[in-house]
């Protein structure tokens, strides 16, 4: 079962960059489409911890609330609006998957010592891999404004995968706590920026509850179930290593659910992903990163 928790993190987390791409092609805004994900989750999870009577101290709601603003509403928003101006999911997921780099580079600099020889090689490799399908899709995708958008949000949940390292969820809250609390602040910011732009109406069709459906069940219960359950487990480094696997995911799903184009590139490109994803998984790579561990926090550097 454990074995099984990467595989389901990775293919959930690549339906968000379908479902994304289903909801542009309803002709709905990125904002609205987003709105209307959270309404239904948040619903739901409120319903799930008022019949659990949970309740939440001030500090465990500030911290998930940073959390889900960071990991949940900037980083989707980007996905969306990049969807929304055209770049395909395997582009997307790409990008997003440079993640990895971000955390592994902070980490190193907390640490105050360099990666390694192993851990160069992933990089390099992710990076490598990352670069060979982007620049491939750019020219038929949303150019880089787009991805510009996608970079954007990366950060921000590069930033919520270390700050939620950094600080443990407290005793007597579980995944479905935080889950309730970072869904409910992604909705407050969507509804007003919906509002604010007048998006908040659906579209009148069935396509777009559809990918409403997909987009609640696939990314958010999966993906980010599993995104919590393997930081808890096993680190920001493992979780982020694990999304580059994503890109030849998302870009074969989407080239046969929304025949998307899948560039000839994208298979080397995977190939050095998955070189990436193995150097920086290494239990030499986490040695070397060891020393992080009191900094950044108490399960940082855990094995896989």
């Not at 959930?12 to 989750?41: E, K, P, Q």
């Not at 959390?67 to 969807?83: I, M, P």
């Not at 030849?248 to 998955?274: K, R």
Request: proline share 6%; with cysteine.
């Amino acid at each position: 079962m454990r074995a099984l928790l990467p595989l389901g993190f990775v293919v959930f987390w690549s339906s968000g960059f379908v479902g994304a791409g289903m909801a542009a092609d309803t002709g709905a805004s990125a904002n609205t489409s987003l709105f209307w994900r959270y309404a239904v989750t948040t619903a739901a999870l409120l319903v799930i911890a008022i019949a659990r009577r949970r309740r939440y101290s001030r500090a465990f709601l500030v911290h998930e609330i940073v959390l889900g603003v960071l990991g949940q509403a900037v980083y989707l928003s980007g996905v969306f609006h990049g969807a929304s101006l055209g770049v395909p999911a395997g582009t997307s997921a790409l990008i997003a998957s440079l993640q990895p780099v971000l955390v592994a580079v902070i980490i190193s600099r907390i640490a105050r010592q360099p990666l390694g020889a192993r851990g160069v090689l992933g990089l390099a490799a992710g990076i490598t891999g990352v670069g060979l399908v982007v620049v491939a899709d750019l020219g038929t995708g949303g150019g880089a404004l787009g991805a510009l958008a996608v970079i954007g949000g990366t950060i921000g949940l590069t930033a919520a995968t270390l700050l939620g390292d950094r600080k443990p969820r407290p005793r007597g809250h579980d995944l479905l706590d935080s889950l309730t609390v970072q869904s409910a602040a992604a909705l407050a910011g969507f509804g007003v920026v919906a509002a604010a732009g007048g998006g908040v109406a659906p579209p009148a069709t069935a396509g777009f509850w559809t990918a409403v459906v997909f987009l609640v069940l696939l990314p958010f219960v999966g993906g980010y179930g599993c995104y919590l359950l393997v930081l808890d487990r096993s680190g920001p480094l493992a979780v982020s290593a694990l999304l580059f696997l994503t890109p030849a995911v998302a870009a074969a799903w989407s080239a046969l659910a929304l025949d998307q184009p899948f560039q000839p590139t994208t298979i080397p490109g995977f190939a050095l992903a998955l070189i990436g994803v193995l150097a920086l998984r290494h239990p030499s790579a986490r040695r070397d990163l060891a020393p992080a561990r009191n900094e950044v926090g108490p399960r940082a550097m855990t094995s896989g």
